[in-house]
DNA sequence: TCTGGGGTCCTAGGACCC
DNA sequence: TCTGGGGTCCTAGGACCC
């Protein structure tokens, strides 16, 4: 049984290119300097991803758009358009449904594919993957091959773009353990810091040392990554009805600092609707109501609250939000406003007092008529009256309604 | 100089119970 | 009045992924 792992090229990019050569364009964005990022004016400015040339020049993914010119005063940047990586995406996972059913898709551009067969056939399944993405489609992927996901995995990342890679056991040691640690999967800069202060430069450094000490360092994730550093996971390739999503959630960065209560409370209910339509949708109530807030220093911070009740209810979840607001927060201009909902009922009933219940009951009607009403003549056609007067939007925060579960744990 | 949005998981510390 | 140990739940913060 072997495992591979497609992962879409600078994927925002490479759909936009493929997109605008479609509608005519004669410049495709992939050979010339470019970038998919947000606008500076609406305090959105960073990098969401770059083509090959605009690497070239130095610029990073997540970086600001104004260092990104600086390096490159000639890049070309568009900004993002979700609902095209979403068809893009599907039909990407259409394409591989015809190789596996075993499919688990851990974001927008990558997949696992678990593939029954030897390592002779699933190398040229690998490349027949790779050439019909790249014809039907117009983008290329990369595809890693190997016996386990991780390892499939780090295969996709070596050498881009249109490649297929092999990463088996026995090649562990030859092409991974050379690479910098930061490139194995689940060590981000935090770690990377933490282990070179003691020495551990690349993946073979971290193969090689001693897992029990790295353990009572760095508890449960110490013997993880010392794991993946030797190439073992045992982790299953998930599929979609086997994902569990464990909680939903909706930020917004604002364009300018909140800095009254009044104001935060308005966000605070545009988000609260656009959850709670979610939740609704999903058909699960919540029970964890949490606030995350950042302010202009980028200090963030988070203030939940543990419900007796499960509830899906847009004005109880907002009545909630704003009594975590006025707890936690100092007067602090806010930057980002965050809300999320966690602690999941599936199949419900629901406990009511007498008193409770009657307005609890009004409230639900009231949701349900402005869920159907959103559903049938789209989400601007009902709103609340804090809304009217048009200077907020009725629903904040969400890209699509990308309506399947993505990146389902770490897998242990 | 200006730093997005959507997720999952782990740990530490405190409250509370037996 | 002060002393345990173990367990669970809750909250805040931080790490990582794309």
Request: with cysteine; net charge neutral.
């Amino acid at each position: 049984m072997a495992i591979m792992h497609v992962d879409a090229n600078s994927a925002y990019l490479s759909w936009t290119a493929a997109f605008l050569l479609e509608k005519g364009s004669s410049i495709d964005l992939r050979d010339i300097p470019s970038a998919i990022g947000g606008t500076q004016a609406t305090r959105h400015g960073i990098i969401l991803a770059r083509s090959i040339p605009a690497k070239r020049k130095g610029i990073q993914t997540g970086e600001t758009v104004t260092e990104a010119l600086q390096k490159c005063p000639g890049l070309v940047i568009y900004p993002p358009n979700y609902d095209l990586y979403l068809l893009c995406s599907n039909a990407m996972v259409e394409i591989l449904g015809e190789y596996s059913d075993k499919i688990q898709r851990y974001s927008i551009d990558e997949c696992y594919l678990e593939w029954q067969g030897n390592d002779e056939e699933v190398i040229e399944v690998a490349h027949e993957i790779r050439q019909r993405i790249k014809r039907q489609l117009g983008f290329t992927v990369n595809v890693g091959v190997s016996h386990n996901k991780l390892l499939a995995k780090m295969a996709s990342e070596l050498e881009k773009p249109n490649r297929v890679h092999t990463l088996f056991p026995w090649e562990v040691e030859e092409k991974m353990w050379p690479l910098p640690l930061r490139e194995l999967f689940m060590v981000g800069h935090a770690t990377e810091q933490k282990l070179k202060r003691l020495g551990i430069h690349t993946i073979g450094d971290l193969a090689r040392c001693d897992s029990r000490w790295l353990k009572a360092w760095l508890k449960s994730y110490g013997t993880m990554i010392w794991k993946y550093a030797n190439g073992q996971d045992e982790s299953p390739v998930l599929l979609q009805q086997d994902m569990v999503q464990k909680g939903i959630g909706n930020s917004m960065t604002i364009s300018y600092d909140v800095v009254s209560e009044e104001d935060a409370r308005a966000y605070l209910l545009s988000l609260t609707e656009r959850v709670g339509l979610r939740l609704r949708r999903m058909g699960v109530r919540g029970s964890l109501v949490s606030l995350w807030l950042k302010t202009d220093t980028f200090v963030s911070f988070r203030h939940q609250r543990q419900l007796q009740d499960h509830t899906d209810s847009t004005q109880e979840i907002y009545e909630i939000l704003c009594q975590l607001f006025r707890e936690c927060w100092q007067g602090q201009p806010l930057r980002q406003i965050g809300i999320g909902v966690g602690g999941f009922q599936r199949n419900f009933y629901r406990q009511v007092s007498f008193w409770d219940g009657k307005v609890r009951e009004k409230e639900e009607r009231l949701d349900c008529a402005m869920d159907q009403i959103r559903g049938r003549y789209g989400e601007g056609s009902v709103m609340r009256a804090r809304f009217a007067d048009g200077a907020r939007k009725p629903l904040e925060g969400g890209v699509n309604e990308g309506n399947y579960i993505m990146m389902g744990g770490y897998g242990r």
